[in-house]
């Protein structure tokens, strides 16, 4: 690995002041974390000036890499007029509608700082509409941290109860007993036994919430028949679908429900977004979104935020979108297959068991042949630690992709950026041919 003596000096003040020198578990590192100078296009300089392609970009939010024009542009402007008011601006007014016009079941939208008060507000919204306690959300898939969307990630098998009706299990210690009562766990991709877990709860589900493609599952896309039973099951309970487009809005023009066919009640958005900046918004029809209207009298929910909707996360977003045209698109989806192409070649050149997720411009990396449908076939094949290793020594030739193997692909890559991806997972694999 190369030296990295000034990330080493800023890991020993940062011990000093914040826990294990740590701000995010997301992306803490052992033995110490590596610290970023800047971005360039899709790539990062660190502050030892060693240089590595992004493949993560973020966790997914940077669509369009490091100082893309438009963007700065928009950002420097909004900056030079003022960075966030206790007022309204129109830049608000501007992303709804382009969002609007992209996604089909959103009618309208409201704004947060990130994702998971995104889900936050999805949930005790269908929790309001519907005048219910429950929601349901399936084994293994992130949300964010709100407490009920973050059960049942745990990575100890033993606590997950049968596959007939896994456990609600706390991710974080203390979680109360009463909110874990109040989440139904339902297996993904099965569509059986999640419908039946489903109707067991009745008429005390105010949501089910899903992400068609959950990265911490498995990155394995959503079966047709179990989103359409999803969508059916809900509709006859009387509880609403909460579908996350945090991640995977970026899966196409229309967002991933534009791709999967699905018609939620409420999207969550986050990530990309925001053009680089922190955002979250859910959105809906006008009817459920009706919950948060202070126009009525005090809103059944009431939600604001300082830095809600400020005009830098705005302004930027508008930029992101307006950059994110159906061309751009077919380049992503392009790198995409690039990608999948080369390191399948990579794979049968070492002989070893490998196989990649994910569509459009995201991909995750597994070590095993085992066909992956859920969290624990996911979890099963183990790959878990290997994958660990592979981003390590990947990161070591070059490349930066996320720990469990996530990776996201930009509109600032190029062919050759790809192939530049597969030469360093072509040295990085060699300690795992078989
Ligand atoms: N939902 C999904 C599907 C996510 O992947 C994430 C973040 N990775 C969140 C919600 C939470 O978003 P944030 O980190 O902005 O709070």
New binding site residues.
Partial sequence: APATPNSENLYARAREVMPGGNTRT?VYRKPHQIYAWRGDGCRITDVDCHVRIDALGN???LIHGYGNRQILEAATRQLEAGTCFGMPTESEIRLSEILCDRLPSVEQLRYT???????MNAIKAARAYTGRPKIAKCEG?????YDP?ETSQDATPATWGDIDRPGSVPTAKGTPQGVLDDVVVIPFNNTPVAEAILRASGNSLAAVLV?VM???AGLVPAKPEYLAMLRRVTRELGALLIL?????FRLGYNGAQGRFDIDPDFT?L??IIGGGF???AIGGRAEVMSVFDPSKGPPAVPHGGTFSANPMSMSAGIAALEELTPAAFEKLEALGDRFDQGIGACFARHGIKGQVAGLGSLRRVHLTDAPLSDYRSTFAADGAARVSALAKALFDEGVIIAGNGLMAFSTAMEDADIDEIVRAFDRALLPFAS
């Fill in positions: 997301t966790f997914t939010s700082n990130s994702g998971t008060e995104a889900v898939a992130y949300h964010g941290t969307a992400d959950p990265n911490r996350d487009e945090v991640i995977t969550t986050g990530k922190a955002i979250g």
